[in-house]
């Protein structure tokens, strides 16, 4: 199984911060690595898809990057409704697989 | 607008079986595969299960596999889970996800979610 590891666990940052998640897998996956942010009681929302692919009605102040192993998550100018958890999810091999999370905080 | 609702959670003893729903609307159900995926509370995201979207191919995590079956009526729209042999790391809540592929691709990733529901399992 191809494991994912997301750095930090949780982060604290103020409104109009440039934030940076990352997301390391265990094996190569190519570019096949997606993002999802999910507040409280809400549910996940695709974010980025395929590495850098923005989901439809997604601000663009989030993007993606990466390949290979090596994938991050940037949002440019934070805003009030950024803070959430977000996850990043492997879809190049069964069985599929997601980062634990990283919390993002308000500072 | 795509709607996906879940249902059957509830409370089950170790050991015993329980079949969750997901009632699709809003898209041709056919034409795409679905996921099941849980989060058990306080914890992250575990994808459990993946049906194509003629019902032919069936994956699973390993951590259910043998103890859960995925399927799907396509003539009613709906997704299920039948989970047996239920154990106490089972509980979660159970999200049934659309595939953002669709047209007989999948593409191993989820762009509509439902609300979840909810299984506990204690004795």
């Known amino acids: 199984d191809i494991q994912m590891t997301q750095s930090p666990s949780s982060l604290s940052a103020s409104v109009g911060d440039r934030v940076t998640i990352t997301c390391r897998a265990s094996?190569?996956?190519?570019?096949?690595l997606n993002w999802y942010q999910q507040k409280p009681g809400k549910v996940p929302k695709l974010l980025i898809y395929?590495?850098?692919n923005l989901q439809g009605g997604v601000p663009s102040r989030f993007s993606g990057s990466g390949s290979g192993t090596d994938f991050t998550l940037t949002i440019s100018s934070l805003q009030p409704e950024d803070f959430a958890t977000y996850s990043c999810?492997?879809?190049?091999?069964?069985?599929?697989?997601f980062g634990q999370g990283t919390k993002l905080e308000i500072k | 607008q795509v709607q996906l609702v879940e249902s059957g959670g509830g409370v089950v003893q170790p050991e015993r079986s329980l079949r969750l729903s997901c009632a699709a609307s809003?898209?041709?159900?056919?034409?795409?595969?679905m996921h099941w995926v849980r989060q058990a509370p306080g914890k992250g995201l575990e994808w459990v299960a993946l049906?194509?979207?003629?019902?032919?191919?069936?994956y699973y995590a390993d951590s259910v596999t043998g103890r859960f079956t995925i399927s799907r009526d396509n003539s009613k729209n709906t997704l299920f889970l039948q989970m047996s042999r239920l154990r106490a790391e089972d509980a979660a809540v159970y999200f049934c996800?659309?595939?953002?592929?669709?047209?007989?691709?999948?593409?191993?990733?989820?762009?509509?979610w439902g609300q979840g529901t909810l299984l506990t399992v204690s004795s």
């Open positions: 999810q492997q879809s190049y091999s069964i069985p599929l697989t």
């Open positions: 395929t590495a850098s």
């Open positions: 996800a659309r595939d953002m592929g669709g047209s007989g691709s999948t593409w191993y990733h989820f762009d509509y």
């Open positions: 049906i194509s979207d003629d019902g032919t191919n069936k």
């Open positions: 094996q190569s996956i190519s570019r096949y």
């Open positions: 809003g898209f041709t159900f056919s034409s795409y595969a």
